[in-house]
């Protein structure tokens, strides 16, 4: 319909507006970067301004990217990549010969021998062939495919590709995917985006967020009643919660899904940041196959990896990988098909990604470098994960769990009833009215748990413990940032909200 003219030219509405757009992206929501990291961006903006606020700087502690917050780029993997990108440093000394050899390889199985080129959709073959011996390596020998490796715009773009291909049905029979509460964002927005029914089960925060397959089994018995159960998928080590599943519940996992008929995906992306005494990853992959024939070769599965994580951090160039196992073979040619549509992931992460899997060996020159790098920084992570948990439990009204992995902590929060009521009226979830205080009073920004997901009447919220600024050196046992913490949440007690 034509409306009010303009010099004579009617004017329509717009083609494309809120109320006739895909619905299924209205549902999308990803707590990470919600409402109040905008809002931080907003203060942030106003800092440089002048504005004056009790704090001089925020300190974002919403997200796991390491290198935005102080943590330094292993020289190994920035020098390779140097070479990649401005082949003529290959005639500076500076660069060891090893680097150099890693470069030329890499180039020698690019197009035109530049990561400028496209390759091939699945990945760069020699790469996908590094990422198999890794694999073997890592699991003791059990044998990888190349052919069943995929190449990844990081971890994400391989979890949300392998949704695709299972989501379908309508009605009772649309597919439901299984996922863990509390839960990574990431899950909940793809399944609101692909029309499919999410599936929560919860973890239990009384036994350090663990796992519990009689859990598995009440969700899944509970949703057969409105949609078709096909898919479990599991964060280890966990995001937000960051345990570490035991060996045998993985086992206890893999044979839920192979009796359920249950399709799994294991996001394994915190492979190597393991901290906690008597805790070890264990792939889902390795425990599989040492399960025997029975389970090896029936139960179907992805798992997931990425450069962004572990000691690396090199979330920017958005490198990753996936491996299916079990894949019917003609489902596997239409993976190929659809990673074909979007060409092939960014080259100068598939480059980032061989020299993860396939880093400086001892006696090569860059090694001993390499190494110290390494270790240094998952000993720092693995100081911060201690202190984190020590500070909490030392503030009245939070609970914290060992911190075993992953570079986050989701701690349990008391609130006044008057702060409880006071979300109320503004319309906010109470841990978000709380995370937003926290963000304008001392400049901190968190992601409250009802972003992830908590069990009714619990609030929480996410500490990503990387910023510099949150938690000291690790010869320090004190922080300013940690003291304004324990000044805010003792003082939110008296907090009189209605003053």
Not at 53 to 76: C, L, R, S, W
Not at 157 to 175: F, N, Q
Not at 192 to 216: M, N, R, T
Not at 443 to 471: D, K, M, N, Y
């Amino acid at each position: 319909m034509s409306q009010q003219a303009v010099n004579g030219v009617p004017c329509r509405g717009k083609v494309l507006t809120v109320d006739n757009m895909n619905p299924n992206v209205k549902r999308v929501e990803y707590a990470v970067r919600g409402p109040i990291v905008q809002r931080a961006v907003q203060i942030e903006k106003e800092l440089r301004e002048g504005v004056k606020k009790p704090f001089t700087e925020v300190i974002k502690a919403n997200i796991g990217d390491a290198h935005a917050m102080g943590q330094k780029p292993i020289t190994f993997l920035r020098q390779v990549l140097a070479l990649c990108s401005y082949p003529e440093l290959m005639e500076d000394n500076k660069f060891p010969e090893d680097a150099k050899k890693r470069a030329q390889r890499i180039l020698g199985a690019c197009g035109g021998h530049s990561i400028g080129a496209y390759s091939a959709s699945q990945g760069i073959e020699c790469i996908r062939q590094d990422v198999a011996r890794y694999i073997e390596k890592r699991d003791g020998g059990i044998p990888s495919n190349p052919d069943n490796i995929y190449l990844s715009t990081g971890a994400s773009d391989a979890i949300v590709t392998m949704l695709k291909l299972l989501v379908c049905g309508e009605g009772r029979d649309r597919t439901g995917v299984m996922i863990s509460i509390p839960q990574y964002p990431l899950y909940s927005a793809a399944l609101a985006d692909l029309g499919a029914v999410q599936i929560s089960y919860y973890l239990d925060e009384e036994k350090c967020w663990s796992l519990d397959v009689a859990e598995l089994r009440r969700a899944l018995n509970a949703a057969r009643q409105h949609c078709n159960p096909r898919v479990l998928c599991i964060i280890n080590p966990g995001n937000p919660t960051g345990q570490v599943q035991s060996r045998q519940c993985i086992e206890d996992v893999i044979r839920f899904a192979k009796e359920e008929h249950l399709f799994l995906m294991a996001d394994e992306v915190y492979q190597d940041n393991v901290y906690a005494e008597g805790c070890k990853f264990h792939s889902f992959k390795k425990v599989l196959f040492e399960m025997g024939p029975e389970y090896s070769s029936t139960v179907e599965m992805a798992s997931f990896h990425s450069t962004s994580k572990c000691y690396m951090g090199e979330c920017g160039f958005r490198g990753g990988y996936m491996e299916v196992i079990n894949m019917d073979p003609e489902v596997k040619t239409q993976l190929t098909k659809l990673v074909s549509v979007r060409l092939c992931p960014p080259v100068p992460g598939q480059a980032l990604l061989d020299l993860v899997v396939n880093p400086p060996q001892p006696d090569e020159p860059s090694y001993a470098t390499f190494m110290k790098e390494r270790t240094a920084v998952l000993s720092a992570l693995a100081e911060k994960a201690r202190l984190t948990e020590q500070i909490f439990n030392a503030v009245p009204g939070i609970t914290c769990n060992p911190v075993q992995g992953a570079m986050y902590t989701f701690p349990r929060i008391t609130l006044p009833q008057k702060a409880i009521d006071k979300a109320k009226e503004e319309g906010k979830v109470p841990d978000m009215y709380y995370c937003m205080r926290l963000l304008e009073e001392e400049g901190i920004c968190l992601v409250p748990g009802s972003g992830f997901g908590q069990r009714e009447g619990t609030f929480h919220f996410r500490l990503v413990w990387l910023p510099a600024s949150l938690l000291p050196p690790v010869h320090i046992q004190t922080s300013k940032s940690f003291n304004l913490m324990r000044f805010y949440v003792t003082t939110l007690y008296c907090l009189n909200p209605d003053d």
